[in-house]
């Protein structure tokens, strides 16, 4: 069984009013992935998210890319401690 890890993810780019958010829960929940995303100042949004490693690569990969209104420039990932989130949640 693989172990579980946690990522702290912000995105930068044309990311807020394309979908994010809400195309960030579909693919999360696709994947198994628990945690959050949420949007932050300076056109960034912020992910914290919680999977297997290979479930996180995918949700990752799809990050560098986003919706398809979205121009994502910069991925920044950063390992954090396990939460042992519930759901992936919108906050606002």
């Not at 930068?12 to 693919?27: K, L």
């Not at 959050?36 to 960034?44: E, L, M, Q, R």
């Not at 920044?76 to 042992?84: A, V």
Request: with cysteine; proline share 3%.
């Amino acid at each position: 069984m693989e172990t579980q890890k946690h990522y702290n993810i912000s995105i930068s780019g044309r990311v807020q009013g394309v979908g994010f958010r809400y195309n960030a829960r579909t693919i999360a929940q696709h994947f198994g992935i628990k945690g959050f995303v949420k949007n932050i100042p300076g056109d960034k949004v912020f992910i914290e998210a919680e999977g297997t490693e290979s479930k996180l690569s995918e949700f990752i990969d799809w990050c560098h890319k986003g919706p398809d209104y979205a121009h994502i420039e910069k991925v920044d990932l950063i390992p954090g401690e396990m939460k042992y989130f519930n759901s992936f949640e919108i906050l606002r």
